[in-house]
């Protein structure tokens, strides 16, 4: 059996080109600060929850503590909850009247996440049409909608880091940078904490120049007008990434989004591998759900080009670690006389010798070096330096959790399934900014 690489290894280098533009990018990140003016939002922080008893004192302590002179409200929807959470939540809201709970029936509840934010955002809208004092006489279009999880917290100055960017009115939406806040405590967390930290500062920046930064759920924060815009229900209630659905929409719709690493909202880091798997598993077929955006994204004329084009690789991107994995099995059996292997990759360019291995080599191991060096320089929690090459070879074999997440992906969408189970929480502690 004889089989050719050299497409494949073209497509990935295309692959690594493209991430190098991004990086070069993510450097000029000050040239797309907004810069600070008089433009006021008026915060309801939604905090979605269902089971959430161990972490969602936490949380609500750490949200009515947030800076930015009182404009900001909490909004717990308890999501037909069978433990302590609506106890808590309406403990809360008893002792501080920023803070309000609306809890969903055994009927309408377990529907999943877009339905509890759509629920929500009906809320909201019904309240400041009727001039609930509770808004504190904010006007519909001074009202940014931002979700927390359960299991978040965010940065002390989060809201007051965010309200410049709502200072232009062709902005819809703005996510923040996600850390994990268990990062220190375990191994696999740290692993997370590197994915998140490091696509922050590689990618989402980058991104965010291009116009076509998305929402990553937690720490998302939306003008209610940009939802108003898409109906009654902005999230959609069957995607699985209801997140990366509404980015797009609003793009579509002319929104801009945008992204703002001066602040981020620590989360849990989960512990074991079979809940991070089906995590990543929901992840992936949710990104491969939004497909279905292709069409309609092409052919929106009032968006920038770049942001279109940009957007449509990052849906399709969802295939590299596949393409990767499989050129990365095909050569080993290569190398140990199971098949025949042929290559004419980058043959012209480079001689064949140690120039051209040196090259292949470098191409190879780059991407991982730059993506250790970011999450080095913006880490909470950095490695120190002799722990580096183990732990960017140990990230190196964690990213193959995505290829097995693939898998089962795609078996899940041929056999047509679109549930999704529960993330766990483990009990909550402060994080020390």
């Not at 073209?10 to 000029?28: D, P």
């Not at 959430?52 to 900001?72: C, D, M, R, S, Y």
């Not at 920046?205 to 939306?222: E, H, K, L, V, Y």
């Not at 964690?398 to 999704?420: D, E, G, M, N, P």
Request: proline fraction near 5%; aromatic fraction near 10%.
């Amino acid at each position: 059996m004889s089989v050719d690489l050299t497409v494949p290894s073209y497509v990935i280098l295309a692959i690594v080109c493209y991430y190098a533009v991004l990086f070069a990018l993510s450097t000029r990140r000050r040239a797309r600060e907004p810069a600070p003016d008089r433009s006021t939002c008026f915060f309801v922080v939604i905090v979605p929850a269902r089971n959430e008893e161990l972490v969602l004192a936490v949380t609500l302590a750490n949200l009515t503590a947030l800076g930015g002179g009182g404009q900001h409200r909490v909004l717990v929807m308890d999501d037909a909850s069978k433990d302590r959470t609506a106890e808590i939540a309406a403990e809360w809201a008893a002792r501080d009247d920023r803070v309000r709970v609306i809890s969903r029936d055994a009927i309408e509840g377990g529907r999943g996440k877009s339905d509890v934010l759509n629920h929500a955002y009906r809320a909201v809208r019904a309240w400041a049409a009727a001039a609930d004092p509770w808004l504190a006489g904010a006007p519909l279009d001074e009202i940014v909608l931002g979700i927390v999880d359960a299991d978040g917290q965010l940065e002390e100055h989060c809201l007051e880091r965010v309200t410049p960017y709502f200072g232009d009115p062709s902005v819809g939406m703005t996510q923040i940078g996600v850390r994990i806040a268990n990062a220190d405590r375990s191994l696999l967390a740290r692993m997370q904490d590197m994915e998140f930290v490091a696509f922050s500062w590689l990618v989402q920046i980058a991104r965010d120049r291009m116009g076509s930064s998305g929402p990553g759920g937690n720490g998302q924060f939306t003008r209610i007008s940009a939802l108003a815009s898409l109906g009654e229900q902005p999230w959609a209630p069957a995607a699985l990434t209801e997140d990366l659905d509404l980015g797009l929409r609003l793009v579509e719709s002319g929104w801009r989004t945008r992204f703002c690493h001066a602040t981020y909202v620590d989360q849990q880091g989960l512990q074991h591998w079979r809940p991070l798997l089906r995590q990543r598993t929901r992840w992936i077929q949710g990104h491969y759900q939004c497909w279905r955006h292709l069409p309609s994204l092409l052919g929106a004329r009032r968006v920038p080009l770049r942001t279109r084009l940009d957007l449509c690789i990052y849906l399709l991107l969802v295939v590299t670690i596949v393409l990767v994995t499989t050129n990365l099995v095909l050569g080993l059996l290569g190398s140990f006389g199971v098949i025949e292997v042929r290559s004419s990759f980058l043959v012209g360019v480079f001689p064949d010798g140690d120039l051209y291995r040196l090259v292949t080599l470098a191409l190879s191991v780059l991407p991982l070096c730059v993506f250790v060096v970011s999450y080095q320089r913006h880490s909470r929690v950095p490695f120190r330096w002799f722990e580096v090459p183990a732990a960017a070879a140990l990230f190196a074999l964690y990213t193959y959790i995505w290829f097995y997440a693939t898998l089962r992906a795609w078996a899940r969408i041929v056999l047509r399934r679109k549930s999704w189970v529960k993330t766990p929480r483990i009990a909550a502690v402060r994080v020390d900014p």
